[in-house]
């Protein structure tokens, strides 16, 4: 179940803003955000920010809630990006981004937060206008 909830999860990160979430994905991202929030103590203003526009910021407990966010949706383990997990379960209308993504890899870090960081961060800078974080 947590593996089919994990690749479930994983395309919301990248989903596009003008794209519904029927009410079980919504509260699924919910309780995601909210665990990884507790977990980190990040502050939700700065995850707003970016859904808001701004660039990903290099606030370590941002950076920690991130890799939260990806290790518990299975895009992440051991310091490695899934990327091709995260690419097979985008819908259709988000394929576009696969070859960015792909290109992106896995954005070595000094330690697994930071990764999951610089890692979101290409791929922010890559589908800026489709990137949320949820």
């Not at 990006?81 to 985008?90: G, I, K, P, T």
């Not at 792909?102 to 697994?112: E, H, I, M, N, P």
Request: glycine share 6%; aromatic share 6%.
């Amino acid at each position: 179940m947590r593996a089919y909830l994990g690749l479930w999860l994983l395309f919301i990160c990248l989903v596009v803003k003008t794209l519904a979430l029927d009410g079980e994905m919504a509260e699924l991202a919910k309780m995601l955000r909210e665990n990884c929030v507790e977990e980190t103590g990040a502050d939700v203003a700065l995850i707003d920010k970016v859904n808001a526009g701004a660039d990903l910021m290099g606030d370590a407990k941002l950076k920690c809630y991130i890799k939260c966010v990806m290790e518990t949706a299975g895009m992440m383990s051991e310091g490695e990006v899934d990327v091709e997990a995260v690419v097979a379960v985008l819908p259709e209308e988000l394929q576009k981004h696969a070859d960015k993504m792909r290109a992106c890899g896995t954005q070595k870090g000094v330690d697994d937060c930071d990764t999951a960081f610089l890692t979101q961060s290409c791929w922010q800078k890559a589908s800026k206008a489709d990137y949320i974080l949820i």
